[in-house]
């Protein structure tokens, strides 16, 4: 298993364009989180997953922010007519909640996003 | 008040010097996550604990559920262990809450 997988790297737009973020967790790992980073902060949670259903997203997070998980595998983030204060690294984590697991996270590099 | 709250903001300490990093909660939880990130580089799992202690090489975690309280250690500090330490707890609902970090520089 290559561990989280996230694209792009590195995304810049300008200020009204969408842009989505993909990330592939891995295989089997029931639980997704979806985190955004900013310089010099931790983590603040933005949603997550259990296998395809949204348990939870965060007040943090407008309208113009969605999440999905289709098949309970890959997760997309779109943010609609971004605006500059969405500049941040976009995180993602997986999980396992099956026994026998440990429920320990792993992180993807991430996806930061530059909005001009 | 953030639901978990770390100390020191920012650490500096010489090679070899024990390092304790604190850790202070608010909620009920189920696990506690002390997380590791390098300047530029993604965040990599330490512990994953609920009670007592773990310990893997020179790092030790601890957890005092009573308290609301962990610590995480480095013992004989190198300076490639200069990071930034986070630790996150889940809470009950299984949503996983951040602290703000602890910037730890080891000066060689």
């Known amino acids: 298993d290559t561990g989280v997988s996230q694209n792009p790297r590195h995304k810049i737009t300008k200020r009204g364009q969408n842009v989505t973020f993909r990330c592939d967790p891995i295989?089997?790992?029931?639980?997704l989180y979806w985190y955004r980073q900013t310089l010099g902060q931790g983590p603040e949670f933005l949603t997550y997953?259990?296998?395809?259903?949204?348990?939870?997203k965060s007040r943090l997070l407008s309208d113009r922010f969605s999440a999905e998980r289709p098949k309970g595998s890959f997760s997309t983030l779109e943010i609609q007519r971004t605006e500059q204060g969405d500049s941040a690294m976009y995180l993602c984590a997986s999980s396992s909640t099956w026994t026998g697991n440990t429920g320990e996270l792993f992180f993807g590099e991430g996806s930061r996003l530059t909005v001009l | 008040k953030n639901e978990v709250e770390q100390s020191p903001q920012n650490l500096t300490a010489q090679e070899g010097e024990f390092i304790t990093i604190n850790c202070s909660y608010s909620?009920?939880?189920?696990?506690l996550h002390w997380l590791q990130q390098h300047p530029g580089g993604g965040i990599v799992s330490l512990f994953m604990l609920s009670s007592g202690k773990k310990k893997h090489g020179r790092l030790i975690a601890t957890i005092n559920i009573q308290e609301k309280h962990s610590s995480l250690h480095i013992t004989a500090s190198h300076p490639r262990d200069s990071a930034v330490y986070i630790c996150a707890v889940e809470n009950r609902d299984d949503k996983i809450i951040f602290g703000k970090g602890t910037r730890l520089h080891i000066l060689p």
């Open positions: 909620v009920g939880i189920s696990a």
């Open positions: 295989s089997e790992h029931n639980r």
């Open positions: 997953f259990q296998n395809e259903a949204q348990l939870e």
